[in-house]
């Protein structure tokens, strides 16, 4: 099994899937490395694999060929429920239920403490805003998050995200509602204490830029990799950003 005391490396090595009803194939050889701790963004277009990339690397869909190592460890070979304690993916504000807000945070884990849920409360800009709740953190929250504004619902979905001390974070672009300056400092308030490898899916600009390395994936290859200030200059954003 992996070593959990530290966060996980990714290595992809000619990995290659495609879905039974499809023509072509959502990833062809995809190649890559994620060091342990570096923040790193995977962008695209529709249908460029980054959806069928993301599902296989939380543990979702199978029926893939080529490689994936976890911390050298193929992913096949691990347990998957074992694996996926050790990971976080935020979802949509659908993954919220009806119960209060630290009981959404927490999901019935009983390893994490109140006091850990405050503190990713406050990592994700939500501190104030609940302590200025009559129930605090003890606040019912509707089912699906109805009622929610999509930045809250997202910010706490985050929260769960990170009270979970992932050793691998795997963000979808959830960040809507959120302005440039806001999501900046949202996105650095995440990883300032986050020991964990990062890797989000968006082709959000803020996002990119605030990440350590971007690749970008096009027509389920790898088109280009580098830092955003790198891929702007010399045009491979331009049909993504």
């Known amino acids: 099994m992996p070593d959990t005391s ?44 980054m959806i069928s990339l993301a599902e296989i690397l939380a543990g979702t869909i199978s029926g893939y060929s080529g490689g994936v190592l976890i911390n050298g460890f193929g992913l096949r070979d691990l347990d998957l429920t074992y694996y996926r ?10 993954d919220l239920f009806e119960g209060t807000l630290i009981d959404n945070i927490l999901v019935g884990n009983p390893k994490i403490q109140t006091t850990e849920a405050i503190r990713v409360l406050e990592q994700v800009g939500l501190q104030k805003l609940v302590s200025s709740w009559a129930m605090g953190i003890d606040t019912p929250l509707p089912s699906e998050g109805k009622g929610l504004s999509p930045e809250l619902a997202h910010r706490i979905i985050l929260a769960r995200c990170l009270a979970r001390k992932p050793k691998l ?64 200059q010399n045009g491979l954003l331009v049909n993504i950003i």
């Open 85 to 94: 304690d050790h990971i976080s993916a935020n979802g949509t504000s659908d």
């Open 169 to 232: 974070m795997l963000l979808h672009d959830h960040f809507s509602g959120i302005t440039g300056k806001e999501k900046s400092a949202l996105f650095r308030n995440l990883t300032a204490h986050l020991d964990a490898t990062l890797i989000c899916f968006s082709a959000d600009p803020v996002i990119m830029s605030n990440c350590d390395r971007v690749i970008i994936l096009e027509n389920g290859t790898v088109k280009a990799s580098g830092n955003y200030t790198s891929l702007v």
């Open 6 to 49: 530290k966060a996980f490396s990714v290595e992809l090595h000619e990995l290659h899937y495609q879905q039974p009803e499809e023509k072509t194939a959502a990833l062809q050889s995809v190649s890559l490395r994620v060091e342990p701790n570096e923040k790193v963004c995977i962008a695209g277009n529709s249908g460029s694999g």
